[in-house]
């Protein structure tokens, strides 16, 4: 038997060097301050055969939205489960906090809308809907059931990270929030447990009407309404900070308050 890679494993390979490239560049000039033939020079590729793999820049959007999330998703099989749904929930917010602030652009890419005239392929929106399935479990197993929840629970992550990501690459200013905000969302509504079955032995989950099923099609609620965003929630873009806003910051690491401030 011959060890020489087959077709379509020597495609997989160089779709592979050509998705790398691309965060590479995006992560050092912005998801749009890069250009196909740039692309082609970091891969050694004429446009002629990169166009084989991806046509157009949108495309290619496509299949690093795609890998993004299965980034995302093969995070959360690797994280282990406590048995406790209030830490397990804490443990997929830390998750989704270092995944979001290790590459801003990713971040951008898959919950910020970042990019004009993009609109990921049902077949990447399904893995972005499986993240939000993912979601809605580990949060229906910590007591919180309800479809308002979940759009509450996902804005606060998005948040987070939002914030973390444009004012504080780096630190931990915002990700050193995450267990604040798991118990203060959860509150007295989480023990630990999940909540009790039905009295059929139905799955609570369903009985208290998450809106999220196996075999749901969620990617309109994904999406959002229309063109407003592909992630787990839409997001119209990083925060700025206005000098002109009320009141003061208060950085809850150091303890001090210090005057908001534009970035």
Same mark, same amino acid.
């Given at each position: 038997?011959?060890?020489?890679?087959? +077709?379509?494993?020597?495609?997989?390979?160089?779709?592979?060097?050509?998705?790398?490239?691309?965060?590479?560049?995006?992560?050092?000039?912005?998801?749009?301050?890069?250009?196909? +033939?740039?692309?082609?020079?970091?891969?050694?590729?004429?446009?002629?055969?990169?166009?084989?793999?991806?046509?157009?820049?949108?495309?290619?959007?496509?299949?690093?939205?795609?890998?993004?999330?299965?980034?995302?998703?093969?995070?959360?099989?690797?994280?282990?489960?406590?048995?406790?749904?209030?830490?397990?929930?804490?443990?997929?917010?830390?998750?989704?906090?270092?995944?979001?602030?290790?590459?801003?652009?990713?971040?951008?890419?898959?919950?910020?809308?970042?990019?004009?005239?993009?609109?990921?392929?049902?077949?990447?929106?399904?893995?972005?809907?499986?993240?939000?399935?993912?979601?809605?479990?580990?949060?229906?197993?910590?007591?919180?059931?309800?479809?308002?929840?979940?759009?509450?629970?996902?804005?606060?992550?998005?948040?987070?990270?939002?914030?973390? @990501?444009?004012?504080?690459?780096?630190?931990?200013?915002?990700?050193?929030?995450?267990?604040?905000?798991?118990?203060?969302?959860?509150?007295?509504?989480?023990?630990?447990?999940?909540?009790?079955?039905?009295?059929?032995?139905?799955?609570?989950?369903?009985?208290?009407?998450?809106?999220?099923?196996?075999?749901?099609?969620? +990617?309109? +609620?994904?999406?959002?309404?229309?063109?407003?965003?592909?992630? @787990?929630?839409?997001?119209?873009?990083?925060?700025?900070?206005?000098?002109?806003?009320?009141?003061?910051?208060?950085?809850?690491?150091?303890?001090?308050?210090?005057?908001?401030?534009?970035?």
């Amino acid at each position: 038997m011959s060890d020489r890679p087959t +077709r379509a494993e020597r495609h997989a390979a160089t779709l592979r060097r050509i998705v790398d490239a691309a965060w590479r560049l995006s992560a050092e000039r912005g998801l749009g301050g890069w250009t196909m +033939r740039d692309l082609g020079g970091a891969v050694g590729m004429r446009a002629p055969s990169l166009y084989g793999y991806a046509s157009s820049k949108n495309d290619l959007f496509d299949l690093m939205f795609a890998d993004g999330n299965r980034a995302l998703l093969d995070r959360a099989d690797d994280l282990p489960r406590t048995g406790d749904p209030v830490a397990d929930l804490r443990g997929a917010a830390h998750l989704f906090l270092s995944f979001a602030a290790e590459s801003p652009a990713r971040f951008q890419l898959l919950f910020q809308h970042a990019v004009p005239g993009f609109s990921p392929s049902p077949e990447s929106m399904a893995l972005a809907a499986e993240v939000l399935d993912r979601t809605a479990r580990t949060l229906a197993d910590a007591g919180r059931t309800e479809a308002a929840e979940l759009d509450l629970w996902t804005a606060v992550l998005t948040g987070l990270a939002s914030q973390q @990501v444009a004012n504080d690459p780096g630190g931990r200013r915002w990700a050193g929030l995450v267990d604040e905000a798991v118990g203060r969302f959860v509150g007295a509504g989480g023990r630990g447990a999940p909540p009790s079955a039905g009295e059929d032995g139905d799955d609570p989950r369903q009985a208290a009407g998450v809106v999220v099923q196996p075999g749901d099609d969620v +990617r309109a +609620r994904v999406r959002g309404d229309g063109d407003q965003g592909h992630g @787990v929630v839409p997001h119209p873009g990083p925060p700025v900070l206005d000098e002109s806003a009320e009141g003061p910051l208060v950085d809850p690491a150091e303890g001090r308050v210090e005057p908001v401030r534009r970035r």
